[in-house]
């Protein structure tokens, strides 16, 4: 079965510190991964996706993530952290197969508390 | 410009009544989704559509009706409300269906439904 785990239901970091929000994913096939950010009484927000190539990417507010096939992983991370940063993030994983009933699997969420 | 916009932001309301949300979008996908958010911040797939036609359909109950006029326009109609059924329900769209897009929804604000 195709899943997604967020294993902590909160992070907290100082402002300046490095953060990390952490997902591991099983999924058939080859995956697209996915970071999505919630502000407070917000939609969704799509920072960044990893489809193939550079196991690195870089998304949006300065977030990047890497891409980690044999520990079926895609943390989040940002060099320095901002207090404007404090959201709720959530990883999504798809497969990579056709068909018009894919969908996205969601991780339940990761909130992210940046302490000045 | 709102890109993903939803009515109305907050619906307070009484059990056993039936209620309805519009979503539209501007952005001109052709893929247009109903989510469930529920108070533990868990997100659920409802339904989905590709152009006005429906493409998932998840284990809703058929109170749930949803009805895309054209694809700009996915509406969601929930019949006899029960307090189980109160949530914030997030419209998203997405340039393809899942499968052949790269993933990326664009989220509408959220409606807010609380049942009395």
């Known amino acids: 079965a195709q899943s997604v785990a967020q294993p902590e239901d909160q992070v907290n970091v100082a402002e300046g510190n490095p953060l990390t929000v952490k997902c591991t994913y099983s999924?058939?096939?080859?995956?697209?991964l996915f970071w999505y950010v919630q502000y407070p009484n917000r939609g969704l927000q799509f920072l960044l996706k990893y489809i193939t190539g550079d196991n690195l990417v870089k998304g949006s507010y300065g977030f990047e993530a890497e891409f980690n096939k044999s520990q079926t992983s895609f943390h989040l991370k940002k060099p320095s952290a901002l207090v404007s940063d404090s959201a709720l993030y959530f990883c999504a994983v798809r497969d990579g197969y056709a068909g018009n009933n894919r969908k996205l699997i969601w991780g339940l969420g990761t909130s992210l508390a940046v302490n000045p | 410009d709102t890109a993903v916009s939803q009515t109305p932001k907050y619906l307070v309301t009484q059990m056993g009544n039936d209620k309805s949300i519009k979503c539209e979008q501007n952005l001109g996908h052709d893929t247009m989704y109903w989510y469930k958010q529920d108070s533990k911040k868990f997100l659920k797939i409802m339904f989905s559509?590709?152009?006005?036609?429906?493409?998932i359909n998840e284990t809703v109950p058929n109170r749930f009706s949803p009805k895309s006029p054209d694809k700009a326009h996915l509406n969601l109609h929930i019949n006899s409300l029960e307090l189980g059924d109160s949530a914030v329900y997030f419209c998203?769209?997405?340039?393809?269906?899942?499968?052949?897009?790269?993933?990326?929804?664009?989220f509408g604000e959220g409606s807010r439904l609380t049942v009395l």
């Open positions: 559509y590709n152009n006005k036609e429906l493409i």
């Open positions: 998203a769209s997405s340039p393809r269906t899942v499968q052949m897009n790269t993933g990326e929804l664009f």
């Open positions: 999924v058939s096939g080859n995956p697209y």
